[in-house]
């Protein structure tokens, strides 16, 4: 079945205690992008990665990190924690840029406190 | 960037129709014009996506205007499973193939039996 797989659905942590979010797509979909989504404020994109090894920032990438070593896996990394980042995460991939649909994971549901 | 603005919310009887309005007024002559929903709990889900043209999936039909400075998402007879919020999305190249992903605030669909 394609999809879009993130893990884990629910995270609660502490203040700087680092994390990593996974995202992978079965899909071979070269685009993949981050969001974040909070009450009043609808998604905002965070990161986003037009294939292997080539990323950059979207509407609030600060305190975020990703990498894409591989087509299929783009991990968001929180070095550092803080409360403002509780949110709840959504991965998105396509199998191209302009023209072709986002495919989202379930989310990930992250407290921080 | 180029931004779209939708009403935070609309009312809807079940089995009728349903006009969903966007304005993109500095959309790009390349941007795509892109509608996703988001059902409570889960991931948003594509809807439909046009750049000129008016059109028509098993979902809904996309009206754009001629000058492409608006479009409204029809939903032709409304179910209670369609109550969501609805987002209109323009991907953004005005940096030049920036993948960069551009969220309205959404419209909350309500439909009522």
């Known amino acids: 079945e394609a999809q879009v797989t993130q893990n884990p659905r629910y995270l609660i942590t502490v203040t700087g205690k680092k994390l990593t979010v996974t995202c992978s797509q079965n899909m071979n979909h070269e685009y993949m992008s981050w969001y974040r989504q909070d009450p009043g404020l609808g998604l905002r994109q965070i990161y986003y990665?037009?294939?292997?090894?080539?990323?950059d920032k979207g509407d609030v990438p600060e305190g975020y990190k990703v990498s894409r070593k591989e087509k299929r896996n783009f991990p968001l990394i929180l070095e550092s924690p803080s409360p403002n980042q509780t949110s709840l995460y959504f991965c998105?991939?396509?199998?191209?840029?302009?023209?072709?649909?986002?495919?989202f994971g379930n989310g990930t549901r992250l407290t921080v406190t | 960037d180029a931004k779209t603005t939708q009403p935070n919310s609309m009312e809807s009887n079940e089995e009728e129709p349903v006009h969903l309005p966007c304005n993109h007024s500095t959309i790009s002559g390349t941007d795509y014009i892109h509608w996703y929903r988001q059902l409570p709990s889960q991931g948003p889900e594509y809807v439909i996506h046009g750049l000129t043209s008016n059109v028509n999936n098993r979902m809904a039909s996309l009206a754009i205007a001629e000058d492409r400075k608006s479009s409204t998402l029809i939903l032709h007879r409304a179910t209670l499973r369609d109550a969501a919020v609805y987002y209109c999305?323009?991907?953004?190249?005005?940096?030049?193939?920036?993948?960069?992903?551009?969220f309205g605030q959404g419209t909350t669909l309500q439909v009522k039996p």
């Open positions: 990665s037009m294939n292997v090894e080539v990323t």
């Open positions: 998105a991939s396509s199998i191209g840029f302009y023209n072709s649909p986002l495919h």
């Open positions: 999305i323009l991907r953004d190249v005005s940096k030049g193939n920036t993948g960069k992903l551009i």
